[in-house]
């Protein structure tokens, strides 16, 4: 009976230990988020100020495209009137950067390490795709 009183007691012991740790450690995973998380809304409340916080996803503001692995990089890109863009192509499959409207890119089908340029003369929002591949799909805005 003695025996078994004082494993009872170890066994208790034991069972709060862990608990209190599991607490300890669950707080600190909190804090940690917390902090994660204020860090990136910051990070997104300056994103919306560069952008006029029209849009959540903000465009990148360069004139080179890069195409590789089926898909535009960056995908959305903002410009100024009479920018010229270049989209280059790093995959080995044939890509190609054409407007969805008629007025906007409309260039050849690239081979690997092959670039295309186009100057933007217009404002407005230019969506793009590749032709073989339609779900490729990027876009430049163009600003004045
Ligand atoms: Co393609």
């Given at each position: 009976?003695?025996?078994n ?7 208790a012991?034991?069972v709060?230990?862990i ?6 450690a ?14 990136s809304d ?8 560069s ?7 903000t ?20 410009v100024?009137?009479?920018t ?15 407007g969805?409207?008629d007025?906007g890119?409309n ?9 295309y ?14 032709s ?5 799909k ?7």
């Amino acid at each position: 009976m003695k025996r078994n009183s004082l494993i009872a007691v170890i066994v208790a012991a034991v069972v709060v230990l862990i608990g209190g740790l599991a607490i300890y450690a669950l707080n600190q995973n909190k804090s940690d988020s917390m902090e994660s998380m204020s860090a990136s809304d910051m990070k997104n409340m300056n994103a919306d100020q560069s952008s006029g916080g029209s849009k959540a996803e903000t465009a990148a503001a360069t004139n080179s495209v890069t195409i590789e692995d089926f898909s535009f990089s960056p995908k959305d890109i903002t410009v100024k009137v009479g920018t010229t863009v270049t989209w280059t192509n790093h995959d080995s499959v044939e890509h190609n950067v054409v407007g969805d409207s008629d007025d906007g890119p409309n260039g050849p089908l690239l081979a690997k390490d092959e670039s295309y340029s186009y100057t933007f003369k217009k404002a407005g929002s230019f969506d793009y795709h590749c032709s073989p591949h339609p779900y490729m799909k990027g876009t430049v805005t163009v600003t004045e």
